[in-house]
């Protein structure tokens, strides 16, 4: 497959600088309301932040990728005195927690780099700086072309049928 | 769909462990806004003036700002009210940290309690669904650590717990309520939750929270972000440093403290330590600061960071903020502030006001000194400095010997102990300890505002009109070139004539009808912070700050849709103003109440001083005696306020 340049978006965390305050919480939900910024609920936010402030644990996750399963051992770390379980740095939308779904529907959250801002709106409203970002160019193997794609979907239309295809592909969207 | 507001209320009965979710009504924060103007509404309709403190009838009222839960930065107060033990007057101390918005996230606006539980209980809102739960594994347990266990059990680091420790359950009159970094200290509101019986509350919420115009309201936001960096690039220049910047006093930041440990007359001293602050203590305190301090912190959306997270070997982990390193360490005479770090812990989980409290321990022992107090009550206490006030502490949280009179506060406590002690409870306005202040020349600015202060709390005593007068012309030229807060131009030129010396100083100047206008701005900031939820830090405390008269209107506006301009603002913080006041003189306020401490100046000015009460209450439309007249009352609309004054005999109209 042949590679292109592509732009990287960073988020670099530095947890130290973290105060707790959760505006990142609070302005992500507030940007992907429908209406945007109508309303705001953390819970709906694609960044969270793991706190246990008697512990000194302020810890900004941002929701990845839906898992369908959870993992079979959960690791924990100690990173500069401080413990962390697997799950707290994990992105993942997964069974085993609540954490990066919707409240109301349970599908899951992702974080999408507030598509459409120069800059995470997260980001803009840390005045802390524990939340910077970049953005940086890197290689990578270009994606398959539509091309590719259509010979793969009319393969599976001519297996299960074109319903059956454009119902999983709506479902497997709902999931984002 | 409400904006804003939640839209309802929790209520509980805790005689019948009854819970009701109960729909607000809508008018109300077009004529109170919410937090405390919606909880004083409620206590004068559901409290009658007999109602005693710890009656069952008492309610006491958890109110999140109106504005608490939107995207406006620092907007997260939760406003607690009820009867004060101490006072008999209302109380509505309050929080910062997490549990407002928490609430507002949970659906609710204010959760209501009324009887008492004949168990500890915790209170479990989690959303629509709401328990109470028994406590009696918790009992005795520290605020604190309260605070962790229940978060376990409920297997949510997400879940906002406020709190009690030992000293509210004990109904200590300075029993306050914490939660995460923040507490609601003053007026003995724990002890008014430990008489419920209610250990904690707990809340998770996960509803939306809508707000009128989004873009709007955005922009506003972004304005005050924007803001607030530029602030921290350019503090107020020609002020100390605590002055010059945002947010509650920056105590966790700074370590120089040679002005407050200076200028205060600390504990129950009646002089203060002239030349405390030395080099030696100067480099102590900053490595014992730096190495107690593992992070700075904030409340619920705020850029500023006034909490810190205090942790020193062999003692749990806690969060701190204000002046409560200092409070205990002066008031026992202990240089080493590694003590104070370290009582204030042991403080903290009791649950007690780190101003009130270190007073009255001092209290005590300046009456033992005096031979008021015998010896017999002090069996058992250590000879050291710090051994001493570890051990009344104990005593009074415990209320054990007299322990139990002090734990009752220096007003009633010098009552009950007689022989003298009275002259010895000398810091007090309203029966409230106040702050340790012994100044020289009387300030009309500052006497008006704490003798008519109703929130006995230091924040309602400072404001954004500073607190002297700047030495030269530039000075002040430069303060007024960007003061874009003043409501007013005129406020300016007080500010330009203001002499340190001279015909145009303290106290004829700022003249008495200037005073009370400068008090009267003061108060309404204040009034506005306590009704729509946010940090006097960031509005009404510190000089020069993001929310001022002017944007509030548009920003009340942006959020909740309804109509508002500066001049409807004003009238609601009347309104709010004139409604405490009601219930307190219903409950029993007067004039001679209004006083601050004899040696308070040490200048006083007697004919000054009544003549500013006398204009003061001019202007608020209130008579001689402080009441607000039925002439005021009906032109805000309150005529069952002034229904029930004259009912009750307390105004009579011609
Ligand atoms: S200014 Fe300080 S006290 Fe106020 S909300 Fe912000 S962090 Fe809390």
């Known amino acids: 497959m042949s590679k292109a340049m592509k732009k990287v978006k960073v988020i670099k965390i530095d947890v130290g600088k973290c105060n707790g305050c959760r505006a990142c919480e609070l302005i992500c939900s507030a940007f992907h309301a429908n209406p945007k910024y109508s309303s705001n609920n953390p819970e709906r936010s694609r960044v969270r932040v793991i706190r246990d402030p008697l512990k000194d644990i302020y810890l900004p996750v941002y929701a990845g990728e839906y898992t369908p399963a959870e993992c079979a051992g959960r690791n924990r770390y100690v990173l500069d005195g401080r413990e962390y379980s697997e799950c707290d740095t994990c992105r993942a939308s997964c069974p085993s927690r609540d954490l990066f779904k919707e409240p109301d529907s349970g599908l899951p959250l992702k974080c999408d780099m507030c598509d459409g801002e120069d800059e995470p709106m997260c980001v803009k409203w840390c005045l802390s700086k524990a939340l910077t970002y970049e953005e940086r160019e890197e290689e990578r193997e270009e994606e398959p072309k539509l091309g590719e794609m259509e010979i793969g979907l009319e393969a599976l239309v001519n297996r299960h049928g074109l319903q059956k295809v454009m119902d999983t592909i709506a479902r497997l969207s709902k999931k984002g | 769909m ?68 939107t995207p406006l930065p620092a907007c997260n107060r939760t406003v607690i009210s009820t009867i004060s033990p101490q006072t008999n007057l209302m109380a509505y101390s309050m929080m910062g940290g997490f549990w407002a918005p928490e609430l507002k996230y949970a659906g609710y606006d204010k959760v209501i309690f009324r009887g008492k539980s004949s168990e500890l209980i915790y209170v479990w809102i989690n959303g629509d669904k709401v328990e109470l739960r028994d406590a009696s594994h918790l009992k005795g347990k520290g605020a604190v650590e309260t605070q962790e266990l229940i978060k376990k059990e409920l297997k949510d680091q997400n879940v906002q717990v406020a709190a009690i420790g030992l000293a509210g359950e004990n109904r200590v009159f300075t029993a306050s309520i914490e939660q995460g970094r923040s507490s609601a200290s003053r007026l003995g509101i724990g002890a008014v ?187 058992g206490c250590p000879d050291d400095n710090e051994g001493k006030f570890y051990w009344i502490l104990d005593r009074i949280v415990l209320r054990e010997g007299i322990g139990d009179i002090l734990a009752d506060g220096t007003y009633w406590a010098a009552k009950k102990i007689g022989n003298g002690a009275e002259a010895y409870a000398h810091n007090n306005i309203k029966k409230h300890e106040q702050l340790p202040l012994k100044l020289g020349m009387l300030n009309p600015i500052y ?208």
């Open chain 2, 2 to 69: 409400g904006y804003a507001e939640a839209g309802f209320n929790l209520e509980i009965d805790l005689t019948r462990g009854n819970i009701e979710r109960v729909a607000c009504d809508p008018n109300l924060a077009k004529l109170y806004l919410g937090g405390l103007g919606t909880n004083a509404k409620i206590l004068y309709e559901r409290v009658p003036p007999e109602v005693e403190p710890f009656s069952p009838e008492n309610l006491l009222i958890f109110g999140t700002g109106l504005l608490t839960g």
């Open chain 2, 193 to 379: 939750m430990g008489d419920k019986g209610i250990k904690a509350i707990a809340v998770r919420g996960r509803k939306d929270v809508n707000v009128a115009r989004p873009m709007e309201l955005l922009q506003l936001c972004n304005e005050v972000l924007q803001y607030v960096k530029e602030r921290e690039d350019k503090p107020v220049p020609n002020v100390m440093p605590i002055l010059a910047g945002l947010g509650s006093p920056q105590e966790m930041l700074h370590t120089d403290e040679k002005w407050h440990t200076e200028n205060f007359s600390w504990g129950n001293s009646r002089e203060r330590r002239k030349d405390f602050w030395t080099k030696e203590i100067e480099e102590k305190w900053k490595d014992v600061q730096e190495n107690a301090r593992t992070r700075l912190i904030s409340c619920y959306n705020c850029p500023m960071k006034c909490g810190a997270i205090i942790s020193l070997p062999g003692m749990s982990t806690y969060m701190m903020k204000c002046f409560s390193k200092l409070t205990y360490n002066m008031a026992a005479f202990v240089d080493d502030l590694e003590f104070g770090f370290r009582i204030a812990q042991r403080a903290t989980e009791y649950g007690v006001d780190g101003f009130s409290t270190p007073q009255i321990m001092a209290f005590a022992f300046e009456l033992r000194e005096a031979g008021i107090l015998g010896e017999e009550h002090f069996a």
């Open chain 2, 447 to 654: 006497f008006l505002m704490y003798s008519t202060g109703e929130k006995c709390n230091i924040t309602q005593i400072e404001g954004q009109f500073p607190q002297a007068p700047f030495a030269t012309m530039e000075e002040r030229e430069e303060f007024v070139s960007d003061w874009v807060h003043v409501p007013d131009e005129k406020f300016k030129q007080y500010l330009l004539d203001w002499e340190m010396r001279g015909e145009r100083s303290n106290p004829y100047y700022p003249t008495v009808d200037m005073s009370v206008d400068i008090v009267d701005w003061q108060e309404m900031m204040h009034y506005l912070d306590d009704a729509v939820g946010m940090c006097a830090g960031m509005s009404s405390f510190p000089l020069k700050p993001p929310y001022h008269i002017h944007n509030y209107p548009t920003i009340i506006s942006a959020a909740t849709g309804m109509e508002m301009d500066e001049e409807g603002l004003k009238k609601i913080y009347r309104r709010i103003r004139n409604l405490v006041r009601a219930f307190n003189i219903r409950r029993g306020l007067t004039r001679a109440d209004e006083k601050p401490p004899e040696d308070h100046w040490r200048k006083r000015f007697p004919e000054l001083e009544e003549e500013l009460l006398n204009a003061y209450y001019k202007f608020k439309g209130w008579n001689s005696q402080g009441i607000p007249t039925k002439e005021t009352l009906l032109e805000l609309g309150m005529s069952y306020v002034s229904e029930d004054l004259e009912k009750r005999g307390i105004l009579s109209y011609e």
